[in-house]
């Protein structure tokens, strides 16, 4: 059973950073590109990072610069550091496998003004 669970997330002054996680299991992450989305309430889906298997990444513009998305195969594990916070980064965060095939539940990012 594949699980891919996130953490990291809560309330951060504008500004401020947070570094979100996403421990996976049941996959072979090693062989997986993996990527991070969000989703504001009323808002569509937007795609946040992605990170190759072999370490490529690519970024949304609205994060280009201020977001970094990294990943640990020896430990499973996903990560997204996020510095200089907006109010509009606020949203839940999602990772998710290459294609959509598998997510997280979600953890919730909120960014106060």
């Known amino acids: 059973q594949v699980q891919l669970v996130e953490s990291g997330g809560g309330l951060v002054q504008a500004g401020g950073s947070l570094r979100l996680s996403c421990a996976a299991s049941?996959?072979?992450?090693?062989?997986?590109?993996m990527g991070w989305y969000r989703q504001a309430p009323g808002k569509e889906r937007e795609l946040v990072a992605t990170?190759?298997?072999?370490?490529?990444?690519y970024y949304g513009d609205s994060v280009k610069g201020r977001f970094t998305i990294s990943r640990d195969n020896a430990k499973n594990t996903l990560y997204l550091q996020m510095n200089s916070l907006k109010p509009e980064d606020t949203a839940m965060y999602y990772c998710?496998?290459?294609?959509?095939?598998?997510w997280g539940q979600g953890t919730q990012v909120t960014v106060s003004s």
């Open positions: 990170i190759s298997r072999g370490g490529s990444t």
């Open positions: 998710a496998s290459a294609g959509g095939l598998y």
């Open positions: 049941g996959i072979l992450f090693s062989l997986n590109g």
